[in-house]
């Protein structure tokens, strides 16, 4: 007799149903179950308004976290970035497998460099983080550039640049990897330029706390380094008190041994700033891979605690909520 599938949680998106169908392909292959998406449709994606006006925080999940608790689901997939930092009691996050590329990308016209960008050019992004690095950037660096706030999938937003509305939009690269696009990628921004979004880059698997079947078949697809890197940066991000769409950046990454795989030491960089460029608070602290979760939320208080007492509180629009 044929197994009963199982459910997985989806927002329709391009992307998301590209992310949750890799999920979906390693989970039947790790259980030997079928697994069937269920598309969910989230407050996040029938909103035209910005990100910064409707809150950011849990907009694009909520929904997905609803159908899991009413037992609709049997399991979930979200862009990690896009969870709130608190983790409601009866949902456990079972997996964050291997994190693909954190950076954000520039598709922009002509096939030019972010630092090639003409005088004056208007650049998209739906991100009050990335605008406030990007103009930081360019007011150092002496560049004359617009942040035009946009929203809207890939092909929307990849759509304003083909048709000249825009130079060029500031996209996540993981994504793109994963829907196939990363050939339309016209440059890779670097860290040390833009700091990625808390967890970007990385998936977040969700199930109910009390399927104990479901809680061990989808950890073995958990990544003990990618999972505590972004426990660390998103432990920033609630010390900040901070919501998704504040413009706050933070990366956790490794300082490999010879073998390329073995990690030494584990780097926090985090940043938080006006999203004219005006202002910044941007500090890092390295120390050992932390072995354990509390641990690695020690990490990230520690760092936040350091960001505040320079002025960081200050520096953001978007509080919790």
């Known amino acids: 007799m044929t197994e009963k599938a199982l459910r997985l949680g989806t927002r329709r998106s391009k992307l998301a149903m590209a992310q949750s169908g890799q999920v979906a392909e390693a989970v039947r292959q790790l259980t030997g179950r079928p697994v069937e998406l269920v598309e969910i449709t989230t407050y996040g994606d029938t909103s035209r ?43 456990v996050l079972a997996a964050v497998p291997v994190r693909e590329d954190p950076r954000d990308a520039i598709v922009a016209r002509d096939a030019l460099k972010f630092t090639d960008l003409p005088r004056g050019a208007r650049i998209g992004t739906g991100s009050p983080r990335r605008m406030a690095q990007l103009n930081a950037y360019a007011r150092a660096h002496g560049l004359d550039i617009e942040t035009v706030p946009i929203r809207g999938n890939v092909d929307t937003r990849i759509g304003y640049v083909r048709a000249g509305e825009l130079d060029a939009v500031v996209l996540a690269a993981a994504g793109l990897h994963r829907i196939g696009r990363i050939d339309e990628v016209t440059d890779l921004l670097s860290v040390d330029t833009v700091l990625p979004a808390p967890g970007q880059g990385a998936l977040a698997i ?94 990230g208080r520690e760092l936040a605690t350091e960001m505040l007492a320079q002025g960081a509180a200050g520096l953001m629009g978007e509080r919790a909520r």
Do not use: W, Y
């Open 49 to 91: 308004e910005h990100l910064a006006q409707i809150g950011g925080t849990g907009v694009f999940v909520t929904a997905l976290r609803d159908a899991l608790v009413r037992g609709e689901v049997d399991f979930a997939v979200h862009s990690l970035k896009d969870l709130p930092t608190t983790q409601p009691e009866e949902l």
């Open 206 to 299: 969700e199930c109910a706390a009390d399927r104990a079947d479901m809680i061990a078949a989808l950890g073995e697809l958990d990544d003990p380094f990618t999972r505590v890197a972004v426990t660390a940066e998103r432990s920033l991000l609630a010390a900040l008190e901070a919501g998704c769409s504040a413009p706050v950046g933070a990366l956790a990454d490794g300082d490999f041994r010879g073998d390329g795989q073995t990690v030494k030491e584990m780097r926090l960089r985090g940043v938080v700033g006006t999203t004219d460029g005006t202002r910044t608070v941007q500090l890092s602290t390295t120390g050992p891979v932390p072995q354990a979760h509390d641990q690695a939320l020690a990490l």
